[in-house]
C-alpha cells in the first residue's frame, strides 16, 4: 500500500507540474510589452505559481485517493480512463462553482474539459511511469 501511495503521490506532483505550466502559457501568454508594462494581468511566472497551487491540493489529495479507488475496484483500462475523465470532469466543475460568483456556461465548460484534460494527464503519467520507472526501480532493488 505505502508503495502504491508512494507512486501516486510522485504521479500527482509531477501532473501538477505539467497541468500548472501548460496553463500558465496557454492564460499568461501575451506579448512582450504587454509583459513589461504589467497590463495582461499576471505573469506566465505568477500563473504558473497560482495553478501549481491549486492542482497540488487537487491532484494532491483528491486525485490520489480517487485513482486508488478507481484502480482497485475497476481493472479493464477503458473503464479506468473512462472513469477518470467524468470524475476529472466533476471536480473541474467543483473548483469552477466554488470560485467563481456567476455562471456562464462557456467558462463552465472549460473547466470541465481542463478537469477531464488533468485527469487523463494523471491516468496517462501513472500508466507509463508504472511501465516503465517504477518497473525498473523494483528491478534494480
Known sequence: MSHSLFQRITISVISAIILSWFLSFYFGYGSMEEEISETSGYSTKTLF????????????????IISWFI???IQK????AVLYCVSGAIIGGIVYF????????????????????AALL???????????????MKSAS
Open 77 to 80: 483500462q477503458l473503464n479506468q
Open 71 to 73: 484502480d482497485t475496484k
Open 49 to 64: 505559481l497560482m495553478f501549481i497551487g491549486y492542482s497540488l491540493v487537487i491532484y494532491g489529495i483528491l486525485g490520489v
Open 122 to 136: 494523471y491516468f496517462i503519467l501513472l500508466k507509463i511511469f508504472n511501465l516503465v520507472v517504477f518497473k525498473m
Open 98 to 117: 466554488l470560485t467563481s460568483a456567476v455562471t456562464y456556461m462557456n467558462r463552465l465548460l472549460i473547466f470541465l474539459l481542463i478537469g477531464t484534460f
